[in-house]
């Protein structure tokens, strides 16, 4: 008896729930179901008009069948969408390829910048310290309309808009949201390290690159998957500095705009394409984000 008891105690967490409790949990697992559902909703609706044709497709809308299957699959939508789609030259081969580097450079460069910055900032004394720290803080509360105008004529004059150097000059600063993390982190980390490299005859490089820089491999990875995930889906920038480079959230985006009414499902099957890299990652690295989220911020 006394084993059948604690196993019912173990097995349901509603057990020893009054009916009013039971009620709220109720209320709380339908709310939280539905919420997902909604989300999960548009995805699934986007892979079954990915394999409709667009006389399916657009006899479905009219009809209000939003979720009715494919009266035939078409696979090739798929193979079309790296042919069919383009914008100003790139098709969704060349989006593909700037979408990488562009991410590889601004996501290595940002996160590492970061790390030297939050590192030099938190652990050596010298003067305006804390004016730049403050500067830095400040800057991130400013407006974006109040630094594009600046960041144009700063682009202009150093001759890299529209160029691959634009993330590779613009992603060097070492402030931002990384920064914070990286400051944080670092100034929470004991400088006996360090001491302890220097009685073994090491400089103050040799502290940072093999001792300091290793430890915090958790944060880095964490803000570098983040940091991929953001720059993948960012299509603001290309348009703005890089057109000539169109990526592929920006190359979509346009296609959107300009050859959807012609390839509908076309292009529903490049924008599921587009999702994979990002799930991918997300779905392989999830587990390392969330050892290393804490309230509020990131720990070590």
């Not at 006899?59 to 939508?77: G, Q």
């Not at 996501?107 to 010298?126: D, H, M, Q, W």
């Not at 529209?162 to 004991?190: E, H, R, S």
Request: include cysteine; proline fraction near 4%; charged fraction near 15%.
């Amino acid at each position: 008896m006394v084993n059948s008891i604690r196993i019912k105690d173990s097995g349901s967490v509603l057990y020893k729930r009054t009916k009013g409790e039971k009620v709220i949990y109720a209320i709380i697992f339908a709310f939280f179901a539905l919420y997902t559902a909604l989300m999960v909703f548009p995805f699934i609706w986007l892979f079954i008009s990915s394999f409709k044709s667009s006389y399916n497709y657009l006899e479905d809308i009219d009809h209000f069948r939003v979720m009715a299957l494919p009266t035939k699959w078409m696979f090739e939508n798929y193979a079309k969408a790296f042919v069919e789609l383009e914008h100003d030259g790139t098709n969704l081969f060349g989006m593909f390829f700037n979408s990488i580097w562009y991410t590889a450079v601004v996501v290595i460069e940002g996160v590492f910048f970061s790390a030297c910055t939050g590192y030099s900032l938190s652990k050596y004394k010298f003067k305006c310290k804390n004016l730049i720290y403050t500067v830095a803080v400040v800057s991130m509360t400013i407006p974006v309309v109040g630094t594009l105008p600046a960041s144009f004529r700063l682009s202009a004059a150093l001759r890299i808009y529209d160029t691959p150097l634009q993330p590779i000059v613009t992603c060097a600063g070492g402030f931002g949201f990384n920064f914070l993390i990286m400051y944080a982190f670092f100034k929470n980390m004991p400088w006996s390290y360090a001491e302890a490299v220097f009685m073994d005859g090491g400089n103050d490089f040799i502290a940072f690159f093999k001792v300091m820089l290793p430890m915090a491999v958790g944060p880095i990875v964490t803000l570098s998957i983040i940091a991929s995930i953001s720059c993948w889906n960012d299509y603001t920038s290309i348009i703005l500095f890089m057109p000539s480079y169109q990526t592929v959230a920006s190359g979509l985006y346009f296609v959107q705009l300009t050859m959807f009414e012609k390839f509908p499902t076309i292009y529903y099957a490049a924008l599921f394409i587009s999702m994979i890299p990002v799930i991918v990652v997300f779905a392989i690295f999830s587990e390392q984000i969330m050892k290393n989220m804490s309230v509020g911020g990131l720990k070590g």
